[in-house]
C-alpha cells in the first residue's frame, strides 16, 4: 500500500484536495489553485505551525479582552493572523468548511447565500479529502466509489452545494485528485451519471 509521505503534514492533503478543486472550479487558473493549497493547509492544521508562531503574540494581545485562545478558537486565530493581501480571504474560507447549505452546519449557521463561493469549494475538497485520507488512525481510507457515494449523500441532505458538487464529479477533479493522491487500490470504478 502507498503511504502519503510520513513527513507530510495531514493539512497537506487537505491543501491539495483545496487546490485542486478551487483551482479547476475557479478556471484553473494559478492563483486559484495556491488559494485552495493554502486555504486547505491552514484549515487541515488547525492551529498549526504558521498559527504557532503567531500564538504567543496574539495571546498577549488578547490578554484581558475575555477572548482566550485555544484549539477551540481556532477561527480566531485565523482572523487575527496578517495576510497578504491576496489571501485575505482565508479567515472566510477556513472557517466555513463546516457550515452546510441549509444553515444547519457550524461555526456560524450560514447559509449558502451567505458563505462564499471558495468557502463551498473547500467543504469539498475537505469532505472528500476526509474520507479518503489514508493516514487517519481513527479510520479507514474509504475507496472512491465509497467516498463519492457519502458526498452523494450530503449533497441530496443540503451538506454541500450541490451545482459545485455536480462539477466536481463532470470536471474529473475527484479522478484527478485521486490518481496523484489515493493507494491504487482504493480507485475504484464509480458511475458519476446517477449524481449529475
Known amino acids: 500500500m502507498r503511504k502519503r509521505p510520513a513527513t507530510r503534514p495531514r493539512g ?12 479547476a472550479l475557479a478556471g484553473g487558473s494559478r492563483r486559484s489553485v495556491l488559494i485552495g493549497a ?11 505551525a504558521y498559527m504557532d508562531s ?3 503574540k496574539l495571546r498577549a ?15 480566531i486565530m485565523l482572523e487575527k493572523l496578517p495576510y497578504p493581501r491576496h489571501l485575505r480571504d482565508v479567515p472566510m474560507i477556513a472557517g466555513c468548511h463546516h457550515e452546510t447549505m441549509d444553515g ?11 458563505m462564499p463561493l471558495t468557502a463551498r469549494m473547500m467543504a469539498i475538497a475537505d469532505i472528500f479529502e476526509a474520507l479518503t485520507a ?19 449523500f450530503m449533497n441530496k441532505d443540503s451538506h454541500i452545494d450541490p451545482d459545485l458538487f455536480r462539477l ?22 464509480v458511475d458519476i451519471s446517477e449524481y449529475l
Open 12 to 23: 497537506a492533503g487537505i491543501g491539495a484536495a483545496a487546490g485542486a478543486v478551487i483551482g
Open 104 to 114: 444547519k452546519g457550524y461555526p456560524k449557521r450560514l447559509t449558502t447565500d451567505e
Open 134 to 152: 489514508s493516514d487517519r488512525p481513527y479510520k479507514k481510507a474509504k475507496p472512491l466509489s465509497e467516498a463519492i457515494r457519502i458526498m452523494g
Open 61 to 75: 494581545q488578547l490578554q484581558g479582552t475575555g477572548v482566550s485562545v485555544t484549539r477551540s478558537g481556532d477561527n
Open 38 to 48: 493554502g486555504v486547505g493547509a491552514l484549515t487541515g492544521l488547525g492551529v498549526g
Open 168 to 189: 466536481f464529479l463532470s470536471s474529473g477533479v475527484y479522478l484527478d485528485y485521486a490518481r496523484e493522491y489515493l493507494d491504487p487500490e482504493q480507485i475504484d470504478a
Open 54 to 56: 503567531q500564538e504567543d
